[in-house]
């Protein structure tokens, strides 16, 4: 089983079985719905799908701190390096890395990517998603920040992910209407709806979603408090 805890917004802690912790798009510092009391003990990779701030706001430090692993698109794998952070481990859409026992693949995503720092934007590549395959032999498609796209048909055609992250929260990302199409496309079994409830702009819901596929008997939405651990 993999534990998860949803760290608020597009935040993520995974263990695999074998003890590695994965870290997805690491916000703690000002994440409004990071879970209180919640401690980040052990981090062995962190996975970054874009570089806006309410998803790297504490790469480096954690970074750093852990010497883990991180990947994230080439441009991304660049700036982090020249931050002084020496296990970036740059890659592209369609490419595959072997991290501990996960095997990860870096997918399309339709959003922007840049920080701003000193008052001038740097770009950081374009955003991206990821398909992580487990030891197991599972999947997960974790979107990030994203619409939906015809393409997300293509990720359940090669990889069958059983479990799916996928934002709803509208205004940044794709609202429920859209997520609703994501998840007929991809065909998991499990939504794990993210990105919405941290600011009032966000307006989706996972009730919404769940409302929308209630056609689809064979999907299960969850609706998950931040910090309210769940095995898969």
Sequence with gaps: ???????????FELKTPSGEVFLIDPWV????????????????????THGHFDHTADLIRIAKESNAVIIGIHEIGEWLKGKGVENA???????????????VTMTHAIHSSSLTENGHITYLGEAAGYVLTFADGRSAYFAGDTTVFGDMALVEQ???PELAFLPIGDHYTMGPREAALAARLIKAKTIFPMHWGTFPVLT??????AELL???QEIEVLEVEPGQPIKW
Aim: net charge positive; no cysteine.
């Design 89 to 103: 481990r740059g890659m592209n859409k369609g490419g595959t890395q072997q991290v501990g026992s996960v095997a």
């Design 29 to 48: 510092t000002g994440n409004p719905k990071y879970p209180a009391g919640h401690k980040i003990e052990r981090v062995d990779a962190i996975l970054v």
């Design 214 to 216: 209630s056609d689809q």
């Design 204 to 209: 989706g819901t996972p009730t919404k979603l």
């Design 158 to 160: 090669l990889y069958k």
């Design 1 to 11: 089983m993999v534990d998860i805890v949803w760290l608020g917004h597009g935040s």
